[in-house]
């Protein structure tokens, strides 16, 4: 399996600040992408998605930008809480069977 | 929305045992379900996938007589750690996804094992 470190990338933000997580996934061939928030001993809840053939959706708080050029993917928070603390994962949907998740950023949100 | 539950939600166990771990869909059929194996601080790993009434699919690196998989019902998967020793003490999710390919996969709130 893929080899990661033990130590996850972190983003400490005020609350009310704006944050932006990365994600740069790694096959070209994938054509759906999803952001995911996984609070500490949770599974992953479905945050907001993309398709290949768009480059940007927005949700509640929330705006995903897709950059199929350098393969790069973001999460845009708006106005973040407290409650938004938690592992961000983006993952890649390969010829929509299968889902391979990204290595994931910890936001810290302090108040 | 879609509801997943996994049972337990915790385990601990002797080292030679064998767990089983529930997944089930309480509100929709899935036709699809995956087993994920996340360690501390690292990203989750599918483990396999399982279409209900056929054997399951795993992945590469993944001991499928030590991981059994069963998708007896539309409603419910489990995943048996069988011989289970402390390098398999990890956070186990599954996923279930109804319909097909391009449907969205609702997750389990993940079970903790802890192999002594």
């Known amino acids: 399996g893929e080899s990661v470190g033990l130590h996850l990338p972190t983003l400490s933000v005020q609350e009310g600040d704006n944050s932006i997580i990365n994600c740069a996934y790694s096959?070209?061939?994938?054509?759906?992408f999803i952001w995911y928030k996984q609070e500490s001993g949770k599974g992953p809840q479905f945050i907001i998605d993309?398709?290949?053939?768009?480059d940007k959706r927005q949700g509640q708080r929330v705006t995903v930008l897709l950059n199929k050029t350098v393969k790069h993917l973001s999460l845009q928070i708006a106005a973040t809480q407290p409650g938004d603390s938690a592992v961000y994962f983006c993952?890649?949907?390969?010829?929509?069977?299968?889902?391979?998740f990204g290595k994931g950023t910890m936001l810290l949100v302090s108040p | 929305g879609a509801v997943v539950s996994q049972h337990p939600s915790r385990v601990i166990c002797k080292s030679g045992t064998s767990v089983k771990i529930e997944c089930r869909s309480l509100?929709?059929?899935?036709?699809?379900m995956f087993w994920y194996r996340q360690f501390p601080k690292q990203s989750l790993m599918l483990m396999a996938t399982?279409?209900?009434?056929?054997?399951?699919?795993?992945e590469q690196g993944v001991e499928k007589d030590k991981f059994l998989i069963n998708h007896a019902s539309l409603t419910l998967s489990t995943l048996t750690v069988t011989s289970a020793h402390p390098e398999d003490s990890s956070f186990y999710i599954c996923?279930?996804?109804?319909?097909?390919?391009?449907?969205?996969?609702?997750f389990g709130p993940g079970t903790r094992l802890t192999v002594l």
């Open positions: 996923s279930a996804r109804w319909g097909g390919t391009d449907n969205e996969q609702f």
């Open positions: 096959n070209s061939a994938s054509d759906y």
């Open positions: 993309i398709r290949s053939n768009m």
């Open positions: 993952a890649e949907n390969r010829g929509y069977s299968t889902l391979t």
């Open positions: 509100d929709f059929q899935a036709t699809t």
């Open positions: 399982s279409n209900e009434g056929s054997k399951a699919t795993y």
